[in-house]
């Protein structure tokens, strides 16, 4: 297995708790990048792209995912990190990336609201949009791709991590 695993897939698709869990049944470490983010900058994620608007808050992404220097560690990013070529192919390079991928109505019944999430949506984006352009980079970065469909946590961490051991 690669030094690290990292998750990728739309808001709400579960990445950062299937994450968690993941880490503790393989013994990794686990990162958050959004907490990184919040972190680097000192504010919440809904208020860095209030206040810096979209490319300012990929701006702080692409720069906290390459700042990453983990190792033998499950990492989680956000919704976004797709955006960034430079911090995915970094990422890329120490790690297995697995997406979790969910259904677009799926998507829309959990995505309740977009803006207290920190959600990045460009001005005029719909989440249709959203989820097609993000839909092909998460397909174009991912090693392994898990359909969420009609799987609990429980069974999308399972699945995880089996993919995982035929990926070795």
């Known amino acids: 297995m690669k030094q690290n695993i990292v998750l990728i897939g739309m808001p709400t698709s579960g990445k950062s708790t299937v994450g968690v ?4 049944i393989l013994g990794l470490d686990f990162v958050d990048a959004d907490i990184v983010i919040q972190h680097n900058e000192g504010l919440k994620l809904s208020k860095i792209i209030e206040q810096r608007g979209v490319t300012g808050f990929l701006e702080c992404e692409e720069k906290a995912l ?4 983990a190792c033998g560690a499950v990492i989680a ?3 976004s990190a797709v955006y960034s070529q430079k911090a995915m192919e970094k990422l890329s390079k120490k790690a297995a990336i697995v997406y ?3 259904e677009k109505e799926e998507l829309f019944r959990r995505l309740k609201d977009v803006k207290e999430r920190g959600v990045v949506l460009s001005d005029g984006e719909t989440l249709e949009d959203m989820y097609a352009s993000r839909k092909k980079l998460y397909e174009k970065y991912a090693d392994i791709t898990v359909s969420e469909k009609n799987f609990t946590i429980e069974d999308t961490v399972w699945a995880v991590i089996e993919c995982l051991k035929k990926y070795e």
Request: avoid cysteine.
């Open 77 to 79: 990013t956000g919704g």
């Open 100 to 102: 979790l991928e969910v």
């Open 66 to 69: 390459l700042s990453l220097d």
């Open 21 to 24: 869990i993941v880490a503790k």
